[in-house]
């Protein structure tokens, strides 16, 4: 059985959910800071991801190859994603519950959502046109207004 987009985006939140509590508990019990518990655990991401590809046939020794998109990947990573991951690292030691930051981060999804409307509508020939409904946009507003909540109880 293939698992479709929903699935998938389920079980990958369930299997973030014990590095919320990974990076807390090591500080407390071990004085380990959260940006060596990050490398520790990205370590291990790039341990185990390349060889599960492998296994499941989506990863080729010519995807290895750089390419230019391959050299852009790994320069959104090397910028946008080394600070996200850092920020939001210390963050997590640093908030009175270890979700709250997640929830903050993940807010990215709102406008990423609103974004990629406006590319497809404007930017055709780079961008898919995606769907935007009532029901989106609803969805969009209680998240915003969820947000607006933990800022506001800061």
């Given at each position: 059985m293939a698992l479709g987009w929903l699935e998938k985006s389920f079980i990958a939140m369930a299997c973030f959910v014990p590095y919320l509590f990974l990076v807390?508990?090591?500080?407390?019990?071990?004085?380990v800071r959260p940006e060596v518990t990050m490398l520790w655990y990205f370590a291990g991401v790039l341990l185990v991801v390349p060889l599960t590809l492998w296994r499941l046939g989506t990863l080729t020794a010519r995807d290895l190859v750089p390419t230019y998109p391959h050299l852009a990947?790994?320069?959104?990573?090397?910028?946008?994603?080394?600070?996200?991951?850092?920020?939001?690292?210390?963050?997590?030691?640093?908030?009175?519950?270890?979700?709250?930051?997640?929830?903050?981060?993940?807010a990215?999804?709102?406008?990423?959502?609103l974004v990629a409307v406006w590319l497809g509508m404007y930017l055709p020939k780079h961008?898919?046109?995606r769907v935007f409904s009532v029901q989106h946009l609803v969805g969009i507003v209680l998240v915003i207004a969820g947000l607006a909540c933990i800022g506001l109880k800061r």
């Open positions: 807390p508990y090591q500080i407390r019990h071990y004085s990947s790994l320069f959104v990573g090397a910028t946008c994603g080394a600070a996200v991951n850092i920020l939001m690292s210390q963050a997590i030691a640093e908030a009175p519950n270890p979700g709250l930051p997640v929830v903050l981060v993940n990215a999804a709102v406008i990423a959502f961008f898919e046109p």
